[in-house]
Nanobody, 115 residues
Framework: QVQLVESGGGLVQAGGSLRLSCAASGSFFSINTMAWYRQAPGKQRELVAR???????NYADSVKGRSTISRDNAKNTVYLQMNSLKPEDTAVYYCWLQQLGIIYWGKGALVTVSS
């Protein structure tokens, strides 16, 4: 079993920055993929960014150029740095992990961007 705990959410003004962190604990292996998803009110959950254990990354078009996903394998932690935030970035951000064919989700961190 793996537990994922997000932190770093909060209220930020449009144009500001925020960094989310997700710490994994439990049966965490070095070969896996981690990602950030988000779900805005009334919308489906969507992929924001993904990073493999080797460091390969993918981003949603909506955040490309404004966000950076990174990971610290020694700390079993993945980060999402978000810059130039927009009101439409307001959502609950979820940490996601896939390893050994099993998917795990964190409970989410609320990010609110005020205009």
């Amino acid at each position: 079993q793996v537990q994922l705990v997000e932190s770093g959410g909060g209220l930020v003004q449009a144009g500001g920055s925020l960094r989310l962190s997700c710490a994994a604990s439990g049966s965490f292996f070095s070969i896996n993929t981690m990602a950030w998803y988000r779900q805005a009110p009334g919308k489906q959950r969507e992929l924001v960014a993904r990073i493999s254990s080797g460091g390969s990354t993918n981003y949603a078009d909506s955040v490309k150029g404004r966000s950076t996903i990174s990971r610290d394998n020694a700390k079993n932690t993945v980060y999402l740095q978000m810059n130039s935030l927009k009101p439409e970035d307001t959502a609950v951000y979820y940490c996601w992990l896939q390893q050994l064919g099993i998917i795990y989700w964190g409970k989410g961190a609320l990010v609110t961007v005020s205009s």
